[in-house]
């Protein structure tokens, strides 16, 4: 279950957002879906699948939304400077939707998100969109735990950041190994989260995760 490096590697804010040779037409990505149903074996020209190609990739565009979006920008137009508020910000259960990047089944789970600031503070539907935005990529969960926790990390420059993403993944659960109610717990802890033990421990217990089921990354 452990992320292979080069995939953190390339866990920065905006790794993935771009795809490379440039974006098929409505029409291509279709056809593309129509392949797909014949190679499921059936006949995309029967009756019930005519709209299908059409509503998947609608699908598609909601499900992905997260492309044609910059968290960094986000967060950089909303941050507030208030001098002297030291008090642990959390924000838990947020509750998401992505897809991973092998099998583009659903992960489903929720985020802790939570921020010691030194002086930028920013509105808590604020972390929740950041969730949003990175979960509607294809994704693996270790990058998008700690994708959340650099981009808070790298704009608010605060004391200390830590994300806890406990989430189900479908190629698991539905398909492969068919492991039903199994979710996998990641974390990022920076700052002084990572090097305090106190304040790692009072956002643990914030969130009610005991800290052995974390698997770091
Ligand atoms: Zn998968």
Known sequence: MRAPDRALKN???ASNRTASGGRPSRDEAEEAV??????AGDDPAREGLLDTPSRVVRSYEEFFSGYAEDPVEILKRTFKEVEGYDEMVVLKDIRFESHCEHHVAPIIGTAHVGYLPKSRVVGISKLARIVE???RRLQIQEKLT???ANTLQDVL???GVAVVVDAA???MTTRGIHKPGVTMVTSR???LFRSN???RREFLAIIGTPSDRLQNV
């Open 169 to 171: 993944h479908q190629c």
């Open 157 to 159: 420059d605060p004391k």
């Open 11 to 13: 866990a920065g804010p």
């Open 133 to 135: 935005i990175y979960a």
């Open 34 to 39: 129509r392949t797909l149903l014949r190679w």
């Open 189 to 191: 802890m920076l700052g």
């Open 146 to 148: 700690a994708q959340i």
């Open 197 to 199: 033990p106190s304040t």
